[in-house]
C-alpha cells in the first residue's frame, strides 16, 4: 500500500497540529497504521497505532494523553491529531501500514509500507 503523509509545518510550543496520511488502496482497512517521527540524530521511534477497525489505539508514553489517533476507512485517510505541543516532539513523522490489523504493533519491523515523511517543527 502507497501512503502520502502531509499536515506537519512550523508551531510554537502548546499549539496543536493535525497530520494526514492517505492510502492508495481500497484494502487500507485490512491494515493497522502507526505513526514514528525522528528527530536529527536520533532513530525512529514509534508514535502511536491504531487497528484496522479504529476500535484498539497504542501510543508511546511520551505522547500518551496528548496526542490522538484515528482513521476513516471510508477515505482511505489516518489522522495524528497532536496538542499541546513541545519542542521535544519536532521531528520528522512517518506514517507507515502493517498487515497485523488486527493488533496494536509498535516495532519498525511490524510495517512493511512507509510514507514520505512530513516535518513537525515546535519552537519555544
Given at each position: 500500500?502507497?501512503?502520502?503523509?502531509?499536515?506537519?509545518?512550523?508551531v510554537?510550543?502548546?499549539?496543536?497540529?493535525?497530520?494526514?496520511?492517505?492510502a492508495?488502496?481500497?484494502?487500507?482497512?485490512?491494515?493497522?497504521?502507526?505513526?514514528?517521527?525522528?528527530?536529527?540524530?536520533?532513530?525512529?521511534?514509534?508514535?502511536?497505532?491504531?487497528?484496522?477497525?479504529?476500535?484498539?489505539?497504542?501510543?508511546?508514553?511520551?505522547?500518551?494523553?496528548?496526542?490522538a489517533?484515528?482513521?476513516?476507512?471510508?477515505?482511505?485517510?489516518?489522522?495524528?491529531?497532536?496538542n499541546?505541543?513541545?519542542?521535544e516532539?519536532?521531528?520528522?513523522?512517518?506514517?507507515?501500514?502493517?498487515?497485523?490489523?488486527?493488533?496494536?504493533?509498535?516495532?519498525?519491523?511490524?510495517?512493511?509500507?512507509?510514507?514520505?515523511?512530513?516535518?513537525?517543527?515546535?519552537?519555544?
Amino acid at each position: 500500500v502507497q501512503l502520502q503523509a502531509s499536515g506537519g509545518g512550523l508551531v510554537q510550543a502548546g499549539n496543536s497540529l493535525r497530520l494526514s496520511c492517505a492510502a492508495s488502496e481500497r484494502t487500507f482497512n485490512n491494515y493497522a497504521l502507526g505513526w514514528f517521527r525522528q528527530a536529527p540524530g536520533k532513530e525512529r521511534e514509534f508514535v502511536a497505532v491504531i487497528t484496522w477497525s479504529g476500535i484498539g489505539s497504542y501510543y508511546a508514553e511520551s505522547v500518551q494523553g496528548r496526542f490522538a489517533i484515528s482513521r476513516d476507512n471510508a477515505k482511505n485517510t489516518m489522522y495524528l491529531q497532536m496538542n499541546s505541543l513541545k519542542p521535544e516532539d519536532t521531528a520528522v513523522y512517518y506514517c507507515a501500514a502493517s498487515d497485523k490489523g488486527w493488533t496494536t504493533p509498535s516495532q519498525i519491523t511490524d510495517f512493511g509500507s512507509w510514507g514520505q515523511g512530513t516535518q513537525v517543527t515546535v519552537s519555544s
